[in-house]
């Protein structure tokens, strides 16, 4: 698997996280960063890709997590991603 489609994998798995706190309902995460991405090994087939995000820092228009993504107990892959958190309404008018 390449390493970019891990890494949005990663992005998309925040995302998922940021949209089920409840304070942020109506609300829609969008990628603003990256920090810190790292891909240590590769990913082959057969192999079953886990993926880690942990919300480290949420305000009420941005939020910050820590990712990895594991096979077995080897991390493959880690980044810090940041996002704008915008109101569906927001993105709807544009």
């Known amino acids: 698997m390449p390493g970019v489609?891990?890494?949005?994998?990663?992005?998309?798995?925040?995302g998922l996280l940021f949209a089920q706190k409840l304070e942020?309902?109506?609300?829609?995460?969008?990628?603003l960063s990256m920090d810190?991405?790292?891909?240590r090994k590769a990913v082959v087939p057969g192999d079953q890709l886990?993926?880690?995000?942990?919300?480290?820092?949420?305000?009420?228009?941005?939020?910050?997590?820590k990712c990895k993504a594991m096979v077995g107990q080897s991390i493959v892959?880690?980044?810090?991603i940041k996002f704008m958190l915008v109101d569906d309404e927001q993105l709807q008018k544009t």
């Open 77 to 80: 892959a880690e980044a810090q």
């Open 24 to 31: 942020h309902t109506g609300k829609l995460a969008v990628l």
């Open 36 to 39: 810190g991405v790292k891909l």
């Open 5 to 14: 489609l891990i890494v949005e994998a990663m992005a998309q798995v925040s």
């Open 50 to 65: 886990i993926l880690i995000s942990e919300a480290v820092r949420m305000k009420e228009r941005m939020a910050k997590c």
